[in-house]
């Protein structure tokens, strides 16, 4: 009789076991393919922000609200695609200005014609620029450093879903090359940015004493003549 209450109790614990193991598979099995779904829905992700157009900048945003996953590593996905996003957008939205704007059009004499004599919209380009270029030095200076990435997870989840955020992000703040191409924009844009107003406000403040002529501007004295050609010469050492 105690043989086979031996034997009873041993298949209990041997069948709980063999429950207990199965349950540890499947939740194994289905732990690796969430991890592979995360994996998958990052690299989509980033390739899909390398082949946007800079002049597409909404479709950065877009792109991060469009969460793959689910629990954890949804939490995880979507504090990665903002960050990812917010070391990307500021120089997208720079380019996107430069690209169409005084930056590349100059100042010729249809660029005044349009304009003047106020320059609004050429004026207001450059506010936008000055705003998206401190919003890039503020990458370079706080975004792209590991104590700034890792705000944007939530501190209550586990160690393994940090580092697996981690493992997603640190390319980018430790990607030195990324932090220069910043640098280099702005150094190259800055003082691009600060003579398109000087010349805008020396075009302002001398209204009445200049016209347009055969394509060509002309001002009332040699010497406003002499002070325009000087700025722009400063200009085109700078582009």
């Known amino acids: 009789m105690k043989k086979k209450v031996l034997l009873v109790i041993a298949a209990f614990f041997l069948a709980g076991f063999i429950s207990f193991g199965v349950m540890l598979g499947l939740r194994i ?3 690796s393919k969430k991890s592979q779904s995360f994996s998958a829905a990052m690299a989509d992700y980033k390739k899909a922000v390398e082949n946007t157009d800079i ?3 909404s479709e950065l945003n ?3 609200e469009d969460i793959k996953c689910e629990g954890g590593y949804a939490l995880v996905e979507k504090a990665a695609k903002k960050y990812i996003r917010d070391v990307i ?3 997208y939205e720079a380019g996107a200005i430069q690209a169409n704007s005084i930056y590349t059009q100059g100042i010729t004499s249809e660029f ?3 304009n003047m004599p106020d320059f609004k919209t050429p004026y207001e380009t450059i506010s936008k620029m000055t705003t998206q270029l401190a919003k890039m030095q503020n990458v370079v200076d706080v975004v792209l450093t ?3 990435a890792m705000k944007y997870l939530d501190d209550d989840l586990g160690e ?3 580092e697996l955020y981690e493992e997603e992000v640190k390319a ?4 030195a090359a990324l932090a220069q191409k910043y640098t280099s924009f702005i150094q190259k844009i800055t003082p691009a940015t600060a003579q398109y107003q000087k010349i805008l406000d020396f075009l302002v403040t001398n209204n009445g004493k200049w016209h347009l002529k055969d394509g060509k501007i002309v001002f009332s004295t040699t010497n406003l003549t002499n002070q325009f050609n000087a700025l722009a010469a400063e200009l085109n050492e700078l582009n």
């Open 172 to 175: 980018y703040y430790e990607d």
């Open 112 to 114: 005044l014609e349009k």
């Open 62 to 64: 877009n792109l991060a």
């Open 89 to 91: 957008a500021p120089y």
């Open 55 to 57: 002049n597409n900048v």
């Open 160 to 162: 393994e879903y940090k």
């Open 29 to 31: 099995d289905n732990d």
């Open 146 to 148: 590991r104590d700034e």
